[in-house]
């Protein structure tokens, strides 16, 4: 393991117990398709305001073929959102913001450690520090692949003000 301490024990996970499968994250998240960067939640508890999940790195994914040919490596904005978007299945399950859509408002101290392949199970730990309704949240986050912390960081999400946006920018 690193040296930088994890923000959670998941030796004590379960990660056979899935607390949320794709379905039941979409409840939650908006992103479909392509942008659906969470596999499953294993865990979550609103008390130690921690939630677990994981994505399963395929060589399906679409930046596999284009980053970098030959040597496929999971691009670092890609992992970034991984962490937002549990960090917002959270926030929305336990309505932390009290807002219909959560979106980046920024990242501080991000640390990309080691390199995510194919193959690879990435596991996502966000800790809730700060909620503030209508505003704003933080999260500290980590992604971690075997005993090796991959990415780290604080993200902040913002309200997203989706009632101003128009029916026909969403094409889905």
């Not at 942008?35 to 939630?51: D, K, P």
Request: a negative charge.
């Amino acid at each position: 393991m690193s040296s930088k301490a994890l923000l959670y024990d998941i030796s004590r996970i379960d990660f056979n117990h899935v607390v949320a499968d794709i379905h039941e994250i979409r409840r939650y998240n908006p992103q479909r398709y392509e942008m659906e960067h969470i596999t499953a939640v294993v865990y979550e508890s609103l008390e130690e305001a921690v939630c677990i999940g994981y994505k399963d790195v395929t060589s399906h994914e679409f930046w596999v073929r284009g980053h970098m040919p030959r040597m496929p490596l999971m691009p670092g904005v890609i992992m970034l959102e991984a962490a937002a978007q549990i960090s917002s299945y959270f926030a929305h399950k336990y309505d932390c913001l009290g807002v219909k859509m959560i979106g980046f408002g920024g990242l501080e101290e991000v640390r990309f450690r080691d390199p995510v392949i194919p193959g690879d199970r990435l596991i996502l730990i966000s800790k809730l520090l700060k909620a503030r309704k209508g505003r704003m949240i933080i999260c500290q986050f980590q992604g971690v692949v075997g005993e090796r912390i991959v990415v780290d960081g604080v993200l902040k999400g913002i309200p997203i003000p989706v009632d101003m946006l128009s029916d026909d920018s969403n094409p889905a």
